[in-house]
Nanobody, 124 residues
């Protein structure tokens, strides 16, 4: 059973930074592409970053490109998201997920979620 525990969210001011973490278990972490996904209030799920198995390639949504960095530690089975230059529109619940369908066409179909998410709130 996929288990993913997100942490590191909180309240931050415009322009600030946060680092999210995701502890993975229940699957062979290093074999999977991993992703961060967010859901803003009243909106649908949006994938924002993907890192391939091995960590050699990363992909970002245009909304976060140049500001967020996804990384992974395959020894610790951990996924990270460094978020810089945060904006109020980044306010959302952030989830990590493993990628079962690539490229991602449908978030609910192509990703496995296993956690409760972590809330990020950016004040203006």
């Amino acid at each position: 059973q996929v288990q993913l525990v997100e942490s590191g969210g909180g309240l931050v001011q415009y322009g600030g930074s946060l680092r999210l973490s995701c502890a993975a278990s229940g699957f062979t972490f290093f074999r999977w592409h991993m992703s961060w996904v967010r859901q803003a209030p009243g909106k649908g799920l949006e994938w924002i970053a993907v890192i391939d198995n091995g960590g050699g390639n990363t992909y970002y949504a245009d909304s976060v490109k140049g500001r967020f960095t996804i990384s992974r530690d395959d020894v610790k089975d951990m996924l990270y998201l460094q978020m810089n230059s945060l904006k109020p529109e980044d306010t959302a619940v952030y989830y990590c997920a493993n990628v079962k369908g690539w490229p991602i066409g449908d978030v609910r179909r192509d990703l496995n979620f296993g956690g409760q998410g972590t809330q990020v709130t950016v004040s203006s």
